[in-house]
């Protein structure tokens, strides 16, 4: 079955600095990959999907993610922090020949320093 | 604008009340999921409906009772819930089979307290 680690469960960044949301995934086959933005008492709301057509993905508000399958990672970026970015990020993962669900890390929170 | 709508967005509810949750999406999607979300937690699933075929997470308890009046209404019926149940209830949908390629889109949620 696939999973993900979420490394940090707490990252705090000062606005305008760099924002780096560490992901990495198991899965035995190529997986589909998914960056999820949750604020305060809402919802989920996509960031950016991986599908392998492309390795660098590109998402809403200026969020990119990498994959890289040598270090099997998809990490999360952003060149210059906002404050409206405050919120709890979670990656996650789907694939076949497994239950093909969706499975979510377990979050990271990110706080911005003014 | 969310294209899955929720309602309501908050329930208190006793233990012994009957409610229920609400989900609409406005997307012609074919699948259709609840999640139970608890604090700090990422979100758990706890069924999927799609192609008129419901299938439930074997740790969800019967006192929540699925319905799916039409392929965009999803609902869901509590009673007799447990404070335990207290948690944000997400609703999501997806385009076809609830395939593993599919993005899920999600709605605001409600957040439910049982007393």
């Known amino acids: 079955a696939q999973s993900v680690t979420q490394l940090g469960s707490h990252v705090s960044v000062s606005e305008g600095a760099l924002v780096l949301l560490r992901c990495n995934y198991s899965?035995?086959?190529?997986?589909?990959l998914f960056w999820y933005v949750q604020y305060p008492n809402q919802g989920l709301q996509l960031l950016l999907k991986?599908?392998?057509?492309?390795?660098l993905v590109k998402g809403i508000n200026d969020f990119e993610a990498e994959f890289k399958k040598s270090e099997t990672s998809f990490h999360l970026t952003k060149p210059s922090a906002h404050m409206s970015d405050a919120a709890e990020y979670f990656c996650?993962?789907?694939?076949?020949?497994?239950?093909?669900?969706?499975?979510f890390g377990t979050g990271t929170r990110l706080t911005i320093i003014p | 604008d969310t294209e899955v709508t929720q309602t309501p967005k908050h329930l208190v509810m006793g233990m012994t009340n009957k409610k229920s949750l609400k989900c609409e999406q406005h997307?012609?999607?074919?699948?259709m999921y609840w999640y139970k979300q608890k604090a700090k937690k990422p979100p758990e699933l706890m069924l999927v409906?799609?192609?008129?075929?419901?299938?439930i997470n074997e740790s969800v308890p019967s006192r929540f009772s699925p319905e799916c009046p039409n392929s965009s209404l999803l609902n869901l019926h509590l009673h007799a819930l447990q404070p335990e149940d207290s948690a944000l209830y997400l609703c999501?949908?997806?385009?076809?089979?609830?395939?593993?390629?599919?993005?899920?889109?999600f709605g605001p949620g409600t957040r439910l307290l049982v007393l």
């Open positions: 999501a949908s997806s385009s076809s089979s609830g395939g593993y390629q599919e993005t899920q889109y």
């Open positions: 899965s035995s086959v190529p997986p589909y």
């Open positions: 991986y599908t392998s057509a492309a390795t």
């Open positions: 996650a993962v789907s694939a076949p020949r497994g239950n093909e669900k969706l499975t």
């Open positions: 997307m012609g999607h074919r699948a």
């Open positions: 409906y799609s192609y008129e075929k419901l299938s």
